[in-house]
Every structure is written in structure tokens, then in C-alpha cells.
């Protein structure tokens, strides 16, 4: 990512196995919030940089001068928008930004809480880790020598709070969905998406199979994240009026069955140490739920469970 100036390719993958690919930056992982605290972690080598530095190199020692800079010449605050995969993201950008802008100006700390809007949006895609192979394919599709390429599912749901004291771009125009009830959606997700991924993962493997299509195109694995679904996901959300979960449920299955994105079962089962305790948190549980046993899957050897 260094090499690259931390620019990388986006290509995407339709099922019918066509793609298109750009050239993005950014990711989730740069936010600097201690895990354990909640805090912004001021004492990072590399923010303890920027703040001895003349110019900022950290995402947020550029907002923080930009923001002082807009206030300075008199400007309106503008929003900062958090597209990042991660729940409550513009929460979580507001907590990075005012932490780092009080270890610069505690007036200005006290104006960018009190005035710069942080919009929480929910970003619902899947982008598995790919091996050297992909890798070699995506670069030919794109021209360009990425060691770091990405590559995601054509399905993508992008829900805003439509926060923007001084206005917006119409994103509404090419599908972006401007709401006030983005938790709901990123519960939708987590509890249908995320965790029917991690719960395929374990029987799946036990069964032989390496990548999440091949899984999920065996009638007893599908079987079992359905029923996990039916009975174990869909009783716990609070649905928006205008939102089918049934259509939901089914977009979870093609996605899950795409062949022309492999994403391996290792990824998600691996991922489930990190993502299971955060489901069964206090922020997940709903205290009048029940818990139904989830579907059974027997064992196979062969890549196969029907006939287990």
C-alpha cells in the first residue's frame, strides 16, 4: 500500500462473470479507536507524527486542517461522510476527528463537535480476500500492477442519514438510499448477511467444501442458512415499513452462490472469532427473544452434504 501511495483497484464481479474496475483509497481500518476504551488512540506513532508535523499525512490530521482552515476564511462547516464498513461509522469518524482536533485546539475541538456533521451510513458488500491467481487475473482486466487489488460482488446497498446542514450531491439519483433509520438496516445486515456467513462457515467446512458458492449451492447448507434466517435472524429485527425481508433473504443466497467470487469459507469461519462476540453483545440481544435451535447439518467428506 506504501508503494502504491495507498491507492488501490475495485473490480467488480457480476455473477454472469462480467467486471468493471477503479481506482479507489481509503479503507475501514484507519479509524485509531482503542478497541478496548472507545477512545481515540492519540499515542499511535503515526498520529503523534502528524501532530509534530508541519503537514498532515493522517486521514484525520487533513480533516481537522481543513476544517480549521474553512472556519478560518469564514465558511460553513461541511459534512463529513464516513462510506467505511464498520457499524456507526460516522460516529466513529466524529470520535477520530474531535480526539485528534483536542490534542490541536480545544476551541476547535469544542466548534467541530458543536457544528461539522458526521452522517452514519451502511455500506452492504462483499469483497473477499482473493489469492495470487485472482490477483494475476484482476491486474490483466485493469491494466494496472496492483499488489493490493480488490475485488467485490456487483450487489451494493448504501443507506445515508440524510444529514448535510449545507447541502448534498443528489445521490439519490443513482441509488443511494437517504434515511433516517440507517441502525436499521445495519441490523438487517449483520443479523442476515454477516451472520448467516459466519454460521454457514463451520458446517460447510465440515463438509468438505473450501469456498462459500460451492456450499451454497448444496440444498442442505442452503437449507440451514435459510432456516437460521427464518427462525433464529428475522424474529429479532424491527423492519422499516418499506423494506422486504423476504427479498432480502433471497438476495443473501445468489450472493452467497456467486461462482464468479470465491470467497473461502476459512475467511468468514476465521472472522467468526471476532464477529460472534460482538452478535451476542448487549447491543445485538433483545431480552424477549427466544432462541431456537438452529437447523442440524450432518457430516460428509466428499464436498457434498446432501446425502449426509
Known amino acids: 500500500m506504501v508503494a502504491q501511495d495507498n491507492y488501490f483497484t475495485v473490480t467488480e464481479y457480476d455473477p454472469d462473470g462480467t467486471s468493471q474496475s477503479r481506482i479507489l483509497t481509503v479503507s475501514e481500518g484507519g479509524y485509531d479507536i482503542d478497541e478496548t476504551t472507545g477512545e481515540f488512540r492519540i499515542d499511535a506513532p503515526h498520529i503523534a507524527a502528524d501532530l509534530q508535523g508541519e503537514h498532515p499525512r493522517t486521514t484525520w490530521g487533513t480533516l481537522v486542517a481543513a476544517l480549521r482552515a474553512s472556519r478560518s476564511v469564514g465558511h460553513e462547516p461541511f459534512a463529513i461522510l464516513s462510506c467505511d464498513n464498520l457499524r456507526s461509522n460516522g460516529d466513529t469518524a466524529r470520535r477520530s ?151 432480502y433473504r433471497r438476495s443473501v443466497l445468489e450472493r452467497f452462490s456467486n461462482v464468479a467470487l470465491p470467497d473461502t469459507l476459512h475467511r468468514s469461519a476465521t472472522d467468526g ?30 464436498g457434498d452434504c446432501s446425502g449426509a
Not at 490534542?103 to 462483499?126: C, H, M, Q, T, Y
Open 273 to 302: 472469532t471476532s464477529k460472534i462476540p460482538i452478535f451476542r453483545g448487549p447491543q445485538w440481544s433483545s431480552p424477549s427473544s427466544s432462541e431456537p435451535a438452529a437447523a442440524s447439518v450432518g457430516r460428509s467428506t466428499s
Open 97 to 247: 476527528t474531535v480526539g485528534f482536533a483536542e490534542a490541536v485546539d480545544l476551541e476547535l475541538a469544542a466548534w467541530i463537535s458543536g457544528n461539522v456533521a458526521f452522517p452514519n451510513s451502511k455500506v452492504d458488500r462483499i469483497a473477499p480476500v482473493i489469492d495470487d491467481q485472482v490477483r494475476v487475473t484482476v491486474n490483466e482486466l485493469t491494466g494496472v500492477n496492483d499488489a493490493v487489488p480488490v475485488v467485490v460482488e456487483s450487489f451494493k446497498q448504501w443507506v445515508v442519514e440524510d444529514e448535510f446542514p449545507t447541502g448534498r450531491p443528489a445521490w439519490e439519483v443513482v441509488g443511494v438510499q437517504l434515511r433516517p433509520d440507517v441502525a436499521a438496516f445495519e441490523s438487517i445486515k449483520g443479523r442476515m448477511l454477516n451472520a448467516s456467513h459466519v454460521i454457514m462457515s463451520y458446517p460447510s467446512l465440515i463438509c468438505g467444501f473450501e469456498f462459500v458458492n460451492d456450499a451454497a449451492h448444496d440444498d442442505l447448507i442452503r437449507r440451514f442458512i435459510l432456516g437460521f434466517m427464518d427462525r433464529d435472524a428475522i424474529p429479532l429485527i424491527t423492519t422499516p415499513s418499506d423494506v422486504s425481508l423476504t427479498d
